[in-house]
Structure formats: structure tokens, C-alpha cells
């Protein structure tokens, strides 16, 4: 079993949509939950971050974390097509060392 | 004003060469990364140094070898270069127990 599982996609909406974008992970440990959000050729840049279970919100993203089902989610709504982009889930079970597990990634096209 | 740069951005090389990537942050981070995302996009860490000191060292050929000449800077050269090697490498740097910043990537083509 991977230790993160995320649909690859691509995902393609119409503009205004709700999406969302979903991982499943098997190891307890992780303790830290984050999205982070690459636009093509450029680097990753985080977009949300939380330790805890529940809902943590920003603007328009709404990161959620269900420890016990070992599922992560983020919502975007009223998407824009500069939202388009790849949608990597990442996790942290060291703080200390800062060593990331991401997801494979989901693109994302919101189409005007 | 870039916070974390790399070069070169593009690099297209033969097998069997020996290259390096260079990084440097300006954002007076102490932990610095370097990630490998492969041409499905999976990004997975390769190394961290942290003052200079390393930490991480994941299970990758021993042809790639990291180097911290000072806390603003991490190198990675790779020996013998092979098809696979093939990716986008991307270098990241974090404070303390905080975010990690990218940089732009690092193209590399193996012919």
C-alpha cells in the first residue's frame, strides 16, 4: 500500500465551480497536513496548512483533515481559471527534519 | 528580489556526463532540500542540510552527491549521468519548524 494515495486527474470544471481535491494516507504518524499548489514550470508554494482534524479556512480554500479515516481534502469555491494548476497534498511526520511526503499531485483545469 | 534561485534552469546533457545544480537562498533559512519530481509529476525529497549539516539522505544512487558550502547554499552534482535521471530537481529552503519555500526547478534532459 503508498503511503499517499491522490487522484492524478486532470480534473476540468467550468468556472465557478466547487472542487474538490482529496488524499488518503496510511501512516499514523504524519502530523502535519498541507496543499501545496505548482503552477506549470514553476515550484510548488504552499497554500494551506494545519496539524488537527476539522476545517481550517482561507478565503476561498477550505482545508480539511479527517485523522481518523486518514483522509485529507481542500475545497476551492467559486473556482477561477487561475486556479488552474497541479494540487499536491503533502505530509509531515518530523518536524524537526522538515521531510515532506507528497501526493502525486492533481491538475486542475477551471475552464472561463 | 528571488528568494530561492537555481541554476541552471535548463540543462540538457549526454549519459555518462557528470553535472551539477546550484541553489541559493537569500531568506536566511538554516534547512535546506532537494526534491526530485519525475515527468508525472510525483515529487519526492532527496537530501536536506541544516547549518551546513546533513540530515536527510534518502535512498538515491550514490552518483548524486550534495554539497553545503555555507547555510545559504546547497549543490547537487551528479556522476555518471543516466536516462532516468531525467526530471525536474527543485530546491527548497525552511526556517525553523516553518514552510519550505521552492525554487524554480532545474530541467534536466539525458540524451
Known amino acids: 500500500q503508498k503511503e499517499v494515495e491522490q487522484d492524478p486527474g486532470p480534473l476540468s470544471v467550468p468556472e465557478g465551480a466547487i472542487v474538490s481535491l482529496n488524499c488518503t494516507y496510511s501512516n499514523s504518524a504524519f502530523q502535519y497536513f498541507m496543499w501545496y499548489r505548482q503552477y506549470s514550470r514553476k515550484g510548488p508554494e504552499l497554500l494551506m496548512y494545519t496539524y488537527s482534524s476539522g476545517n481550517k479556512e482561507d478565503g476561498r480554500f477550505t482545508a480539511q483533515v479527517d485523522k481518523s479515516s486518514k483522509y485529507i481534502s481542500l475545497f476551492i469555491r467559486d473556482s477561477q481559471p487561475s486556479d488552474s494548476a497541479t494540487y499536491l497534498c503533502a505530509f509531515e511526520r518530523d518536524s524537526n527534519t522538515g521531510k515532506l511526503i507528497f501526493g502525486q499531485g492533481t491538475t486542475l483545469q477551471v475552464k472561463p | 528580489d528571488t528568494a530561492v534561485s537555481q541554476t541552471p534552469k535548463y540543462l540538457v546533457t549526454q549519459m555518462g556526463n557528470d553535472k551539477s545544480i546550484k541553489c541559493e537562498q537569500n531568506l536566511g533559512h538554516d534547512t535546506m532540500y532537494w526534491y526530485k519530481q519525475d515527468s508525472k509529476k510525483f515529487l519526492k525529497i532527496m537530501f536536506s542540510y541544516n547549518n551546513k549539516e546533513l540530515i536527510i539522505n534518502e535512498t538515491v544512487p550514490n552518483r548524486f552527491s550534495p554539497k553545503s558550502p555555507d547555510k545559504a547554499h546547497l549543490n547537487l552534482h551528479i556522476n555518471s549521468l543516466e536516462l532516468g535521471d531525467s526530471a525536474v530537481y527543485f530546491c527548497?529552503?525552511?526556517?525553523?519548524?516553518?514552510?519550505?519555500?521552492f525554487g524554480p526547478g532545474t530541467r534536466l534532459t539525458v540524451t
Open positions: 527548497a529552503s525552511r526556517h525553523e519548524m516553518r514552510e519550505q519555500y
